[in-house]
């Protein structure tokens, strides 16, 4: 199994600044795809922004140019840099990550979730 841990949130003001960090861990023996995704209260989990193994990125066009994702491979762990942040980036952040395991000597792939960091922007 895999577990992703989230850390970073917090309560900023408008146009502050938040990184956040979610390490993986396991009997993990590669990830593909890495995440961000935000649930806001009284709406559905939406993606944020999302980064391959090849490095190839994908950002929700509501922060383009304003969050920037990055992982490193070596420690399994995925950041989210948030600058410029708005009251509508007020939300739960969740970590995604696309593992393949191993169980049992056999590789097994799947999809998991962290159990997100709260993240408020507010004056």
């Known amino acids: 199994q895999v577990q992703l841990v989230e850390s970073g949130g917090g309560l900023v003001q408008p146009g502050g600044s938040l990184r956040l960090s979610c390490a993986a861990s396991?009997?993990?023996?590669?990830?593909?795809?890495m995440g961000w995704y935000r649930q806001a209260l009284g709406k559905q989990r939406e993606l944020v922004a999302a980064i391959t193994s090849g490095g190839s990125t994908n950002y929700a066009d509501s922060v383009k140019g304003r969050f920037t994702i990055s992982r490193d491979d070596a420690e399994n762990t995925v950041f989210l840099q948030m600058n410029s942040l708005k009251p509508e980036d007020t939300a739960v952040y969740h970590c995604n990550a696309d593992c393949v395991t191993v169980v049992a000597g056999t590789r097994v792939r799947g999809d998991y979730w962290g159990q997100g960091t709260q993240v408020t922007v507010s004056s």
């Open positions: 396991g009997s993990i023996f590669s990830i593909y795809e």
